[in-house]
DNA sequence: GTATTTATGTATCGATCGTTACATAAAGGA
DNA sequence: TCCTTTATGTAACGATCGATACATAAATAC
């Protein structure tokens, strides 16, 4: 069916790759056609028949990105056994992976398209809603604590959701500045020194944070 | 002495302060100078003649964005009665600045260039020592309340001041997302229940964030 | 007055942007 | 073998980027 014509000479998914870590690395705007055409090893001419253009090439490199950097730390949000766990194995698989030297630092759907028109640009609003999604999954996670009753039936889910993960956003910003592991870890600690305010927690032993 | 030859038909202060909006809006790389020349209501050679570059244009701006539209946010921390209110007053006045209906959301300094190359470029180099700046005034702060009593002696002044800065950057992109400023208080409160926690504080009442 | 100095508007510079025509190469179908 | 189909490399498209040359306008100095 899909055997006709002259076969591709490269391999699209390492090629995908390599756009996303340019992407990652430069931002939407800021990764130019050459740029990608020189990290994938391709001409333009290629990029567009197998990508169709620019955008819908970013568009790809976000998926692969979610699908393929972000999963330890969705993934230990989902399976901790408790919500406090889940948020200190949140935040911490982000401080890992905010800092991984062999990668650009920060978060590509934090960083990779802040100054688009943002009722326009498709690209701004692909990532806008990723944030969302990353926003409700904390909620959604919180929510189970509540409906558990790890966590008081009072407790405003939305508030701290919007608050981990607004300090996730700014740990990419952080990370851009160079910051190391434990930088990022002491930022983590702050947000779980929150959370043992808001989750209610009266402490016997004066501090434990993290 | 500088009364010689054609007068500047136009008003320096103000055209500036129309530069500084646009970078504000779209970043350094995305304000292009037809954005600029439009909002100043000059011609590209006047913006040369003024300015020198789009690069001394962009520093100028910031230092202008510096010295008039952060103010309150840090006039607060520095005069503030306790480092407690210093902090909550630091978060609050930048909800308040981040959220302004009539300007650009987020922070100039924190989103202005997140994407250049950090080792070379110049635009990228300022907007860091700023950040490491505030940063530092944040880390000044509390040492002043260990210094004074207020904190103990053991207090993390440097991964607090982290901390904090961290969460202010990521109200940056939480702004640029549309977040109201219920949504940015959200955070702030957030931040300032680790507050608690940091400064050892033993709650009669089980919760008293912000 | 004339000379000098600075600013403005027009028009354009070379470079780069994202994108594509076009001829050729390499595969399967007949 | 010839036709169709798809991919590749070269080369270039129009648009826009940041930045300027140049002639003219408007001020002061003499």
New binding site residues.
């Given amino acids: 069916m899909s055997?006709?014509?002259?076969?591709?000479?490269?391999d699209r998914a390492a090629a995908l790759r390599r756009a996303m870590e340019v992407f990652w690395a430069k931002g939407y705007e800021g990764?130019?056609?050459?740029d990608l055409t020189a990290a994938m090893g391709?001409?333009?001419?290629?990029l567009?028949?197998?990508f169709g253009?620019?955008?819908a090439l970013f568009l790809e490199a976000t998926d692969l990105y979610t699908r393929s950097e972000g999963t330890d730390i969705w993934s230990t949000l989902e399976q901790a056994p408790t919500a406090r766990l889940a948020i200190e194995g949140f935040l911490t698989e982000t401080a890992k992976a905010y800092s991984q030297i062999d990668r650009p630092q920060g978060c590509l759907i934090a960083l990779g398209a802040l100054h688009q028109d943002s009722t326009q640009g498709l690209i701004c609003q692909d990532l806008r809603r990723r944030r969302a999604e990353n926003q409700t999954a904390l909620e959604r996670r919180l929510g189970r604590a509540v409906a558990e009753g790890e966590l008081p039936a009072d407790f405003d889910c939305q508030a701290a959701a919007t608050f981990f993960a607004t300090v996730q956003h700014g740990m990419s910003i952080q990370a851009r500045d160079g910051a190391t592991h434990a930088a990022l870890m002491a930022t983590a600690s702050g947000a779980m020194a929150a959370w043992t305010t808001m989750a209610g927690v009266r402490p016997r032993d004066k501090r434990k944070a993290l």
Avoid: C, D, T
């Avoid at 055997?3 to 490269?10: K, L």
């Fill in positions: 055997e006709r014509g002259r076969p591709r000479s490269f990764a130019s056609l050459s391709i001409n333009s001419p290629s567009y028949a197998a253009s620019k955008e």
